[in-house]
């Protein structure tokens, strides 16, 4: 495997996620981890420290690798509302659900959560900002793909970048269909997707980089495809 360069000082790194990685002279801040493959590959593009790793979401193919993490003296940071999923993957994990069980529907959970847990060294809300040398970061809540799951605009001059996660992939497509499914019939995972996609349009990015599949050059117009495939699957898929 080897990075794709991006653009200057952003690069890609494909293992069971997409990792992106942030440089700034020998440091870096990386957006997931996927399986930790990418840390033993940093030296190639000139990366001897990491400042952070931001999660876009939970899912257990963004955080795989976070053993291989311990000996980088990294901060970790995710929305504040996953911080539970990350630091506390077990109350999501039952052998004998229940109908109360929180993040379920009928006793079966929606979310993924790690393995073990991770420590979280801080959490963003909705639109706060963060300055890492020369870059600017604006977060977002794009709730629906996961119950909490945020995308990273990054201000790059006069455009805007979204490390978007999952919330869509290239081609206006979804990434999955069971991490959006919250209630067997009611469409809030449905409606908490639609509403992301058209916070992240009203950005106009230049570039989406989303956690899987390729890099999405087109993401204005793909989101509005992407507004009209999940308008059409509510239709089909509400209840009554």
């Not at 989406?208 to 898929?237: N, T, W």
């Amino acid at each position: 495997m080897k990075f794709q360069h991006i653009l200057p000082d952003i690069f890609l790194w494909t293992d069971t996620c997409n990792v992106y990685v942030l440089r700034h002279g020998d440091r870096a801040l990386l957006i997931d981890l996927g399986d930790g493959s990418v840390l033993e590959n940093l030296h190639h593009i000139g990366i001897n420290h990491i400042d952070w790793v931001f999660f876009t979401h939970h899912h257990r193919e963004q955080c795989q690798g976070i053993e291989k993490l311990k000996s980088w003296n990294v901060k970790i940071a995710c929305s504040g509302a996953e911080k539970t999923f990350f630091e506390n993957p077990s109350s999501f994990r039952k052998m004998n659900p229940s109908l109360g069980d929180a993040y379920s529907v009928y006793g079966s959970s929606y979310v993924r959560p790690p393995i073990q847990p991770i420590k979280i060294d801080h959490t963003f809300g909705a639109m706060d900002t963060f300055q890492w040398n020369e870059k600017e970061f604006w977060c977002i809540n794009t709730r629906g793909n996961s119950p909490g799951s945020m995308t990273y605009m990054l201000k790059n001059s006069d455009d805007w970048i979204a490390f978007s996660g999952d919330v869509m992939l290239d081609g206006a497509k979804m990434h999955t269909w069971f991490d959006t499914e919250w209630d067997y019939g009611f469409s809030i995972g449905i409606y908490a997707l639609f509403n992301g996609v058209c916070l992240i349009e009203s950005f106009e990015p230049k570039l989406m980089l989303s956690s899987h599949g390729d890099i999405i050059r087109d993401p204005v117009q793909q989101l509005r495809e992407y507004k009209r495939k999940i308008r059409e699957l509510e239709k089909h898929y509400i209840r009554g």
